[in-house]
Nanobody, 125 residues
């Protein structure tokens, strides 16, 4: 079992930055891939970024590439999503997820085994 808890969400003006954290407990953190997804009101949950068990193998959605950075600290059992140059369209609930079945990066929700409860990010124009 893996438990995930996101933090760091909030309200920010367009152009600003936020840093989201995902704290993991349970199974050894370094043994799985971590992904970030988001869900805006009335929309499906979409892929944002993923990082392999051994950094720096990362992958980003085109919509956030160059603005967001995903990282992890296996010693602290945490993953981080640094978000910069935020836009109103980045407004969503952000979720971290863990993929145990494979070490390969994936953009598909169904490939992830455990999810956090989410943290709200609101970007005002």
């Amino acid at each position: 079992q893996v438990q995930l808890a996101e933090s760091g969400g909030g309200l920010v003006q367009a152009g600003g930055s936020l840093r989201l954290s995902c704290a993991a407990s349970g199974r050894t953190f370094s043994s799985y891939t971590v992904g970030w997804f988001r869900q805006a009101p009335g929309k499906g949950r979409e892929f944002v970024a993923a990082i392999s068990w051994s950094d720096p193998n990362t992958y980003y959605a085109d919509s956030v590439k160059g603005r967001f950075t995903i990282s992890r600290d296996n010693a602290k059992n945490t993953a981080t999503l640094q978000m910069s140059s935020l836009k109103p369209e980045d407004t969503a609930v952000y979720y971290c997820a863990a993929r145990l079945r494979s070490l390969a990066l994936s953009t598909r929700r169904s490939d992830y085994d455990y999810w956090g409860q989410g943290t709200q990010v609101t970007v005002s124009s």
